[in-house]
């Protein structure tokens, strides 16, 4: 999604009823408005260069009450932790992998009949960790192009450059250099998760915002772009479980 440049990024306090809340200020040049942003990392405020921090924090205290709801929703869903060991489950493309382990003195992950057999050197969990994600990224890699490649040319569009990205707090974004950057973790999800999320990015390719004229867009791409995107809103910890 398309972003400006930040002129300022700083972590202040703010003191509401229920107590003291740390948040994330950016300022930029030539915004106009404040916008609030509730996910995993908590609360981030976006503001315009010349606003007072007073008159700021101001109006995130009048969303006093949709800012500690949103944040614990965010508390409840957060993903269960990952067992690195033999027989853990793993999401991929919507499906489920069993996690086989063996030692080796050279690093191999391949997946194989419902495996993902990785041959480590030990099997300590930050090796593991390391083997598996490494997989992942490289799964991504070829996959996402693949499906990018393939909507592009479904939407009569220009392939963009496409980055794939290690981000958390997004699934992906769009400059106007058209560059497209995806997480990783996408590969975790449902293919047609996966699909709505790059038309998503593909619309900013024609328009740069969230206008009526993105979304009919997005539509025009991905009709059933409404039920997806409330799917991946309501599973999408489950994707960021590592």
């Known amino acids: 999604m398309p972003t400006r440049e930040a002129v300022s990024r700083d972590t202040r306090s703010l003191t509401l009823a229920e107590g003291s809340l740390d948040y ?26 010349s606003m007072p921090v007073s008159r700021i924090e101001a109006l995130v205290r009048e969303s006093e009450s949709w800012v500690l709801r949103k944040i614990d929703e965010w508390r409840s869903r957060r993903a269960p932790p ?48 390391r083997a598996v994600v490494g997989w992942y990224r490289r799964e991504a890699m070829a996959y996402l ?6 909507l592009s040319a479904a939407a009569r569009l220009a392939p963009p450059r ?31 998760l996966v699909d709505y999320v790059i038309c998503h990015e593909l619309a900013h390719l024609r328009h740069m915002n969230h206008s009526g004229a993105f979304w009919a867009e997005v539509e025009r791409q991905c009709p059933d772009y409404r039920q997806l995107r409330a799917r991946l809103f309501d599973t999408d910890y489950l994707y960021r479980s590592f």
């Open 162 to 192: 496409l980055m794939i990205s290690s981000a958390l707090a997004r699934w992906g974004s769009c400059n106007t250099r058209r560059e497209v950057r995806l997480a990783w973790r996408l590969v975790k999800a449902p293919a047609e």
């Open 24 to 49: 994330v200020l950016v300022r930029r040049r030539g915004r106009h408005g404040v916008g609030l942003k509730v996910d995993e990392n908590g609360l981030t405020v976006n503001a315009p260069l």
């Open 82 to 129: 990952v067992a690195w060991h033999d027989g853990a489950r793993l999401p991929f493309l919507g499906g489920g992998l069993t996690l086989r382990l063996s030692l080796a003195g050279r690093t191999k992950v391949e997946r194989a009949e419902g495996e993902l057999r990785a041959a480590v050197r030990s099997y300590d969990e930050v090796e593991v960790r």
């Open 145 to 150: 192009h693949q499906r990018v490649a393939a």
